[in-house]
């Protein structure tokens, strides 16, 4: 439709600049996915050094990060401090990490409410201008001031690189509103959370890290952290799978099982998130930098069985709107052309995965393989039917039975009501017309239950005289455990 706009009234409606700006505050940033956004733009500068310092002052701590990439003049850096300063449907070159025209913004603006850029570029003289939300509130306007505390400081600071960048955050209110600097509590609470900062860092930009990048965080260099632990010993690598002309490529990893690695190695493996479970699944990278760090992507639930799993996807900068790339560049979701393919690609190391985290408990099972099998269910024929009956015999019955006293004969008639009115009619028609594999027990569901009671009933099994590797083969071959054979190594002798 052509609309001949010459003939039409329009009017200015220009966003209000304080609630815009307060509105970019709640988008949603964590200290950790801000910090990293700035440094995507001293990557893009082509930095090859990053400095990260902060200074602890309680209310009027400051947090600084210098790079010396290839700085900006004065109209590139008022530029750069537009919200919006680029198009998002603009082509960018292949190594930009950028997308929105907004990180720098959004992201120092989610941390405080007053932040200075420092730069300089070659043959230029270093230049700074501050954006202070106060200052932009009293004028309604889109206004940066030149004005940062202790500006000797600062200029001498970025005087110390050839060329190069420098973001100051202060007025850090989410962090450090109200603190003082003496309070020990407020001090420790916030060099915590710099040391999730710093592990958040060496996850993100392992891969630039690997290739030479040094991010310093007060003088010490981070140091990578490599998800798939490339170089391990029994750590099994899949063959990469290419989409999209080989744009798009996958490759999973199988870590190696717990009792292949050092205790060292082991905590290693916990990664920032300090727990396996939590670093399972995907890992999607664009242009190297990491999106998100070990997540299903809806596709599956976490489980412990599959904390062996960890799988990378590396995607180039020109698919942001398909994948859904998100401002805090912390979210990627596959478009549904890909889905069912990575789905099936993923299904394949999950298998293997399991296969490993199991193997310890297989070994065990099938060397005991001989033992009496506990079922929970029985089919049985009554006048030429069929019927299905809970096992009397089964461990864990036959010790509540044992210990119910007065209620012995009132569990055995409702369990007999279990049984009687079991649905299989419904669950076979279920099985037949319903898409949807059924699952094995205790899928999807805390595991906790499990563990409690195969630890009970090993401890049963222990006190009534077996052996500790006779009782772990019986707890195997107790209905549900033998779906988890991976808990028998945690089993204790109490
Ligand atoms: N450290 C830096 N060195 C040189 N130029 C920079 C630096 N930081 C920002 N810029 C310039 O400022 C612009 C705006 O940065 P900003 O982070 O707001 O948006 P972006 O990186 O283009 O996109 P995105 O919103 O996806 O981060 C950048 O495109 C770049 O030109
Ligand atoms: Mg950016």
New binding site residues.
Partial sequence: MNIDYSKIESTTAEPEASSMIETFRAIGYSVETAIA?II??SI?AGAKNIWIDYNWKGSNTTLSILDDGIGMNNDQLIQALRPGSKNPLDERTDDD??RFGL??KTSSFSQTRKFTVLSKAADNKSIFWSWDLDFVNQKKAWKLIRYVPNESYWTEKIESVNTGTCIIWWDLDRLTKDTSEDSEEAKSKFLGIMDSVKSHLSMVFQRFMDDGLKIYFRERLIKPWDPFMIGLDGLQTKPETRLVDGKIKIKGFVLPHRSKLSAEQYNLGKGPKDNWTAHQGFYVYRNRRLLVAGDWLGFFKREVHYDLCRIQIDLPNNFDGDWQIDIKKSIARPPSMYREQIRALATEVRNQAVEVYRHKGKVLKRKLASDEYFPFWEERARHGKRFYKINRNHPLLNDLLSKSGDLKKDIEKVIQFIEETIPVPLITLQESENEKPHGQPFEGIDHNAIKETMQKLFNGFVSSGLSTEKAKARVLNTEPFNFYPEYIEFLINE
Avoid: M
Wanted: charged share 25%; net charge negative.
């Fill in positions: 956004d995507d733009n893009t990490l950028g990180g720098l």
